[in-house]
């Protein structure tokens, strides 16, 4: 299922019907609640994927089992979808190039100029389409072909970085990620090769899915029962395991990731039928709030005071991203955890994991401090030896966790 952002005005969502060969559009009341549009529309054999552009003009449907991906246009008014080719099934990629057959997935980059396919089965490689993105009417014109990838066997997920910098094609049966450089200008795309996933217990995994997290420093890769995470070099797109533990058990074949504005990272299991759900603070934390800081030191003003509310919000916000922070500096702690009790209008009580996707131990250490003065060393504010507080229990391991509470900030 996919559906256009906030920002897109009327909000619809789309459906595919893998086994009957077709699309449902449906109107949301933004609490989710969805209403049909019309009936449904026929599309290729066995639709994979929905792709809808960010500015919720248009939808671009990979058929897996057909040699092309369809395409239409929306209707602003009602959410109701117009073939872009009046051909059947309204093909939008050349259904006569075999290097087109089997599109599992489409990505657009972020600005809905370029939309990149990638398409084959076994024992074919896959093959990794770029095109340009006609504004008006939706038609994709080919302006690349990278391909074929011999190391991807079934590729079957591409993304692009929120960045807009890198494209990364997820390989489901060889277990590999492809990695590249975009030219934000022309679409173009540079190979930097592929990255073998490892699974659990070093086990060879499958690799069907990836998700970036919005500061473009991480790639999630679902794997056989587990999500493995990797670093994202900021000056070129190469990938690499996170340092210390970088892979940790999810449902059972984890094939598709997503991530939501709240850095929560769900991943949809094939062979159990469940949505895992984990905690990954991404973003950075309380930026307009650390702003408003500078701000006040420098021209000599008290400082801002949150109202409560709020403040619970960046706090529980911190604990979340706590774990994604240690894993970031290469000090995680699995099988570990710290118990934070903060102080204060907002305080409460936390038990937090010390490496992403775990589950929460009994704390080896327990830190009390104020609140607010903890969200400071958090935005890089105030600097973790700055911050009262008491250690109880593994200091070591409490000085440790302070050090890298700041370690996602971005300035």
């Known amino acids: 299922m996919a559906n256009p952002p906030a920002a897109a005005g009327n909000q619809f969502a789309y459906v595919v019907n ?12 933004g609490n989710g609640n969805l209403t049909l549009v019309g009936n449904p529309i026929t599309v290729g054999s066995h639709p994979h994927n929905v792709n809808v552009d960010k500015a919720g003009r248009f939808v671009y449907i990979s058929n897996h089992d057909s ?3 369809s395409g239409y246009t929306i209707n602003s008014s009602d959410g109701s979808l117009i073939p872009i080719n009046p051909a059947a099934g309204s093909p939008v990629t050349d259904a006569t190039d075999p290097t087109n057959n089997n599109p599992h997935w489409s990505a657009f980059d972020q600005t809905g100029q370029f939309l990149y396919v990638i398409a084959g089965v076994p024992p074919t490689p896959s093959t990794l389409k770029s095109y340009s993105v006609n ?40 277990a590999v990620i492809y990695s590249f450089r975009r030219d934000t200008n ?8 592929a990255t073998v996933v490892i699974g659990q217990n070093g086990t060879p995994p499958t690799a069907p899915s990836a998700v970036a997290d919005p500061t473009s420093s991480f790639l999630f890769v679902g794997a056989t029962n587990s999500v493995t995470v990797f670093n994202i070099n900021p000056n ?27 850095g929560h990272l769900y991943t949809a299991n094939l062979h159990d039928s469940t949505v895992s759900v984990d905690q990954l603070q991404l973003t950075r934390t309380g930026e307009l709030w650390a702003h408003a800081i500078d701000i006040c030191q420098a021209t000599g003003r008290p400082l801002p005071q949150l109202d409560p509310e709020r403040m619970a919000a960046l706090c529980n916000a911190l604990m979340a991203a706590v774990p994604l922070a240690m894993a970031y500096r290469g000090t995680t702690a699995p099988g570990r955890a710290a118990r934070f009790v903060l102080t204060g209008p907002a305080g409460g009580i936390y038990t937090v994991p010390l490496a992403p996707l775990a589950q929460a131990a009994e704390p080896a250490v327990t ?20 911050l009262e507080a ?22």
């Not at 970088?246 to 709240?262: A, I, K």
């Open 390 to 411: 008491a250690i109880d229990g593994d200091r070591e391991l409490g000085d440790l966790v302070l050090a890298g509470i700041g370690s996602l900030a971005r300035d």
């Open 18 to 29: 893998y086994f009957g060969d077709n699309v449902q559009a449906f109107t949301s009341d």
């Open 367 to 386: 830190i009390v401090t104020d609140a607010t003065g903890l969200c400071q060393v958090a935005v890089r504010r105030l600097r973790p030896e700055q």
């Open 67 to 69: 040699n092309f991906v």
């Open 135 to 174: 504004g008006t009417t939706g038609v994709l014109t080919q302006i690349g072909t990278t391909g074929p990838l011999v190391q991807c066997a079934h590729g079957h997920n591409v993304i692009v970085t929120p960045n807009n910098n890198f494209l990364y094609v997820a390989c489901e049966d060889s």
């Open 186 to 193: 022309t679409g173009q795309l540079t190979n930097l090769g």
């Open 236 to 262: 070129n797109g190469t990938i690499a395991p996170i340092q210390g533990q970088s892979n940790f058990v999810s449902g059972n074949s984890p094939h598709n990731l997503t991530l939501d504005s709240n």
